[in-house]
């Protein structure tokens, strides 16, 4: 299944992306696809419910805007240099063990939503990433166990303002939590579309420009791993996102290095995820 929100910002409606490329509502199996949504086994309504009414479903107009494929959830955990490629090129030894940082809820958007070069910008940068959402409440969870705790995938921008994140002292999170900073989407698509996650290609283009094809196959460390080792230091709630790290490509990493201003077109997309755009624009 492939999930989808859309409608004005805070205001999506939930619906499904069929196999032919239709949208249809799905507000009459539930309301929003949230934390409760997924903890209450929703995922399995909205199937059953799919099964039999998808076909004849409202559809949705393609001129709706595409909100983020989940509500905006309660953690957006990233993984820091989880692609060897990615560490090499920031002058940066592959960690021991993953990179955890935060990026900050509010900076949640839907797939292509404008980017919004923060105030006082000079080094915002792309990160084609695969993400990962919760599905049910994970603390402590085994590695063998950990893909049961997983409600599906979808491409994700990692953006950063590099100036923020590097010189201006601290955490990572101040580079990484800007408004619309985190497109997600354009759906949300469940375990049972992939054969193999660890083998997706994802593609990033500035401008038409190619400047990131990787594969998951690369990561560092895997999804299970990840949802396992996240579980030891804190819980996983349904909807968490946790995005996984991109590979090479970035502009900081460029010589001479390179970074978005307005009018700035990123497209991005991974293998079974579809894909996004994002046109950077100026902050009011
Ligand atoms: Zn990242």
């Not at 939503?113 to 085994?142: C, F, Q």
């Not at 895997?222 to 804190?234: A, D, E, G, N, T």
Request: glycine fraction near 8%; charge should be negative.
């Amino acid at each position: 299944m492939k999930l989808i929100r859309f409608g004005a910002p805070l205001k999506e409606r939930p619906g499904l992306l069929l196999e032919d490329g239709t949208r249809v509502l799905a507000s009459a199996c539930c309301d929003d696809y949230t934390e409760s949504f997924f903890e209450s086994g929703g995922l399995e309504r909205l199937r059953e419910w799919a099964d039999a009414n998808a076909a004849n479903a409202p559809r949705v107009d393609a001129s709706e805007r595409l909100g983020p494929p989940i509500s905006r959830p309660s953690k957006i955990i990233c993984v820091g240099l989880n692609f060897s490629d990615h560490a090499a090129e920031t002058n940066a030894t592959p960690p021991a063990e993953p990179i955890l940082f935060f990026k900050a809820t509010s900076a949640y958007c839907g797939p292509n939503d404008n980017l919004i070069i923060p105030r006082h910008s000079t080094k915002t940068d792309w990160e084609v990433e695969l993400a990962v959402v919760i599905g049910k409440t994970a603390r402590y969870v085994e590695e063998s166990d950990a893909l049961d705790y997983v409600a599906g995938y979808a491409l994700h921008n990692d953006y950063s303002e590099r100036a923020f994140q590097i010189e201006r002292c601290g955490q990572w999170v101040k580079g990484k939590s800007c408004d619309s900073f985190a497109p997600l989407g354009p759906f949300l698509a469940t375990p049972d579309e992939f054969e193999d996650v660890n083998n997706l290609r994802m593609w990033l283009k500035v401008n038409g420009e190619t400047m990131q094809d990787g594969n998951t196959s690369n990561l560092i460390f895997k999804v299970p791993f990840l949802v396992s080792y996240i579980s030891q230091f804190m819980t996983l709630l349904p909807g968490d996102v946790i995005s996984t790290g991109t590979p090479a490509g970035v502009g900081m990493g460029m010589d001479p290095q390179r970074f978005l201003k307005a009018g700035d077109v990123v497209e991005l997309g991974i293998e079974g995820l579809g894909d996004s755009r994002q046109e950077a624009v100026a902050c009011a």
